[in-house]
């Protein structure tokens, strides 16, 4: 089997419900060429053509792909136990906790608080 022709096409969002447009591009793939590095050039050229046809919201959708970090939830509330602790003995129940969670500099620094 010989690639001798390369298609691509992307439908993309413009913002406005139901509307989208979609860009595609078609190449020719002699014999010698790389249909990888053809096919690759064609989604380039193509996401290149949307951000340059739509760019507020062909940035807006390459932030949206950035990955948001777990958020650890026990470890959150333990942390805003331990800052609103009001005694030595409140604070030392998250002592443990603290380790755990990797915590002990906050815990040593409001138990310095309280001693003060």
Sequence with gaps: MRVDRISYQKI????MAYLN?????EMQVDEG??????????KRMVDKWNLESNPSYATA?????TEIPETNVAKEK???AIENSQSIQE??????DSMKY???????????????
Excluded: N
């Design 12 to 15: 993309f969002p413009t913002g």
């Design 91 to 96: 604070l030392k129940q998250y002592e443990s």
């Design 78 to 80: 333990l942390a805003i």
């Design 61 to 65: 959708m390459e932030y949206m792909k």
């Design 102 to 116: 990797d915590l002990v500099q906050q815990y040593i620094d409001k138990r310095k608080t309280l001693q003060s």
């Design 21 to 25: 447009h979609k860009i595609g591009v």
């Design 33 to 42: 060429d790389d249909w990888q590095e053809a096919f690759e050039m064609a």
